[in-house]
């Protein structure tokens, strides 16, 4: 079959000026950011991958929406018609709005966690992992071997080991472990989805010990892209029908809308469960604002809503996934060493294999996205041993299997050019691999150190 390319399924409308800095002008910047992308100034960044959160460009329709904010302090228009989506198209009964999701992820841990519970999950992320801790859980790794194996070519790499997740029940007693944390595609495994098949195992075998599902959904429409892509028996299905079976397996969702929804700002806790929701609806009063706008504006929740029906349009979800993976195949065809497969929100460069002479101490995924900054003005973030932070028993660094380098790719921002751009770069770097020294840690915050930790050269 002759070869027919996918394109964007828009026209650019309105452009913003990118800022070059010269190389010398990039050390400064870089040295002076404490070797941490995330402190650099954005102005002086040229193609900033740091995130896909809240990077995305908006719609028209959604700008349009906007402007149909309605700003009362109770009961805006705009509430409901988010309400309505949710429903719709995500199929959860109950919504509490939140200002992003780490408020949701905060509010269901203290809802559902007690002291001494064990909380089981496909691979940790990080503010997830946190509030499971602050309120007094333990988080369990239960996701597939080859989710750490960067070679493994699996296509459901964000699979649950159902022999793990039996373990650690017969280990500690259901009664112990509230919920499942369940992510749609593995942000630190590299962006990998789980399969139907696998998920629909998982709601068995919870069903039976009457232990819930929490399903983060910041990026269930790319998961379900997936699926219809690689699962037996999904491909006449739409993104919008996979989206609602995923949904469907699970009780409650938390949302960061800056993925998927397409929106700058925004999040939400959703529920099927009446009394969870009653509790919400009572907490979010506390932390983010009135149940009908949780620390969002009128508009922001206008946006969403729109955001939300935009991104489980296939075509949509084609040229998103789309644009990874051609950035993905450019380095795999250069021969990078890349997590494999090619994930849905970015490429995740292996660190370990660029810098073998470097200790994991030596913070070798902190390194790279430092110097591809410096060679290029490109913005990627650290997905290794720093996100990883300390044992919280012994104090101790967590020294993930994975040491990660993540070019996030914002939705409907960048074009093909920039990621030629991008893929030359990286190149540029790995050519130069073996000169790279490593990086002192000066100075670590308490929480998610990962955000403004400061380094030095070694
Ligand atoms: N869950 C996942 C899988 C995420 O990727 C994020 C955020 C959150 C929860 C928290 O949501 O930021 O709205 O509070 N991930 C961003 C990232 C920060 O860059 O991967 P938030």
New binding site residues.
Partial sequence: MKKRSWAEPYKIKMVEPLNMLSKKEREKAMEEAGYNTFLLRSEDVYIDLL???GTSAMSDRQWAGMMLGDEAYAGSRNFYHLEDTVRDVYGYKHLVPTH????A?HMISKILIKEGDYIPGNMY?T??KLHQEMAGGKFVDVIIDEAHDPNSEYPFKGDIDLDKLQNLIDEVGADKIPYVAM?TTV?MAGGQPISMKNLKAVRELTKKYGIDIVH?M??VAENAYMIQQKEEGYQDKTVAEIVKEINSLTDHA?M?A??DALVNIG?FLATNDPRVFEEARNMVVVYEGLHTYGGLAGRDMEAMAIGIKESVMDEHQKARVGQVQYLGQKLLDAGIPIVKPVGTHGVFLDAKAFYPHLTQDEFPAQTLAAELYVDSGVRA?ERGVVSAGRNKETGEHNYPKLELVRL?IPRRVYTQAHMDVVAESVIEVYENAKNARGLKMVYEPKYLRFFQARFEKL
């Fill in positions: 995130t896909d959160s992003q999701g780490r408020a992820e992320f503010t997830t992510a942000n983060d910041t990026r938390t960061s800056k993925k999040g973030m996030t």
